[in-house]
């Protein structure tokens, strides 16, 4: 049988469940019980296709792990799918994702012990004429492992390459992963409100929080109407950092264990980092953090969690807002695409800049992201973020998404191109950090 007369099955799979849809184009949804993987399911389903039709069965598969090409023999062994095989007769169902062939890896350029000039090229001969010995412990630096199709079909012997969208992720997945020796602080801050301060700091320490193994706090760090805590799951406690001040002494002493700051933070479930909430109802009057209650708190966050994510408000001149900046490592600014959004960034640079050295840093390293707030064209946002390409060390774009608009921020509610987007900006943030 020729390539060209191969059928194909499509798999699209969101979570436990999936859609498969045959040659005849009748889509089957089917789901995993259990602990059993989702992609199991799928390529045990299309392996009884194949068996029953008697024929070969190239099967396309895309979702939350990527895009990737099997094919299925008649006898039920798995192969890759060669990159050009060309699209079957039999045409996907409308609504199903089909995946594009793999790009090729890049050369192999390992060398070997078949060639002496290979072998005299890695080793070197030293001043003293003795050889230069290479060692057979490596880094300890690999792919990571996981359950998804690239890991199935490696354990079946089979190789799929990666393409560049998902060697990016995976590279921006391990920038983000990263522990370095202390903590770090992000300042999220812009003197605009409505610019998405809030939604920027919860999804850096969803994305910090999943993928660096946790002990992330977002401090809402806002004295009129701090949002951060309506949009964001509440714990055990309705506690805020008002709560928090007067408990501090305790919670920095030799007897205080790690679990005792959970009665004053609010545990976020699924994105696995801890808020440290703000009261909106109060006036700003009456929950003003000086700089000796701020200085006083750090030290409790710091004992705590290994990154802090600060939120934030728009007044600039508050005595929480500068010892933010004072004790940030990073700066990170949120803007919208629009000229007062940005405008209201770039003068924020400017202060910074003519402050002090090490605010006029963080504004050189600054991190600026330009969120798309509603469907459409990219104009303006590419426009607006070509401006700050002098100004700053990294400008990002975040792509618009209906579920950061408003209601709780879950990084399993948005859109994988969003998910990509802020897993981007957070590797970008890394780099700052490290």
Do not use: C
């Amino acid at each position: 049988m020729t390539t060209d007369t191969i059928p194909r099955a499509y798999a699209t799979v969101t979570g436990p469940h999936a859609t498969f849809v045959g040659p005849d184009g009748q889509p089957e949804p089917i789901s995993a019980t259990g602990d059993e993987d989702i992609r199991r399911v799928v390529v045990r389903r299309a392996t009884d296709h194949a068996r029953r039709a008697g024929t070969a069965l190239e099967l396309v598969t895309s979702g939350d792990r990527g895009e990737h090409r099997l094919l299925i023999s008649a006898a039920g062994e798995i192969t890759a799918a060669p990159a050009d095989v060309p699209e079957p007769r039999n045409a996907p169902t409308p609504g199903v994702n089909v995946a594009p062939p793999p790009e090729p890896d890049p050369p192999d350029h390992t060398i070997t012990g078949d060639s002496d000039a290979d072998a005299d090229a890695d080793l070197d001969a030293g001043s003293d004429g003795t050889i230069a010995r290479r060692s057979f412990i490596t880094s300890g630096e690999t792919q990571a492992t996981g359950t998804g199709w690239r890991h199935l079909a490696a354990r079946a012997g089979i190789r799929i390459p990666e393409t560049k969208t998902q060697r990016a992720r995976r590279e921006a997945i391990a920038s983000v992963s990263r522990h370095w020796a202390g903590y770090r602080n992000i300042a999220v801050a812009n003197g605009k409100g409505g610019v998405g301060k809030t939604m920027t700091s919860s999804m850096l320490a969803a994305v910090f929080a999943r993928h660096g193994g946790g002990n992330v706090l977002a401090w809402d760090n806002n004295d009129t109407r701090g949002t951060l805590g309506w949009r964001t799951e509440q714990g055990l406690y309705d506690t805020t950092i008002r709560d928090l001040l007067p408990a501090a002494p305790d919670l920095l002493s030799a007897t205080a264990s790690v679990s005792d700051i959970s009665r004053f933070v609010h545990h976020q479930s699924a994105d696995r980092y801890d808020v440290l909430r703000s009261n909106p109802e109060l006036l700003a009057a009456h929950q003003r953090i000086e700089h000796a209650d701020f200085d006083l708190l750090m030290q409790v966050a710091m004992h705590y969690y290994r990154l802090i994510v600060f939120d934030s408000g728009n007044d600039e001149s508050a005595d929480r807002w500068l010892r933010m900046i004072d004790s940030a490592h990073q700066l990170v600014i949120p803007t919208l695409p629009s000229p007062e959004s940005a405008e209201s960034a770039s003068l924020l640079l400017e202060a910074l800049r003519q402050r002090d050295r090490h605010s006029a840093n963080l504004a050189a390293n600054a991190v600026v992201i330009v969120t798309q707030p509603e469907a459409g064209s990219r104009r303006d946002i590419d426009a607006i973020a070509a401006g700050f390409t002098d100004q700053v060390r990294v400008v990002e774009t975040v792509p618009f998404d209906p579920a950061l608009k408003s209601g709780p921020l879950r990084f399993d509610a948005l859109r994988r191109t969003s998910q990509d987007a802020w897993i981007r900006v957070a590797a970008a943030i890394a780099t700052g950090l490290s």
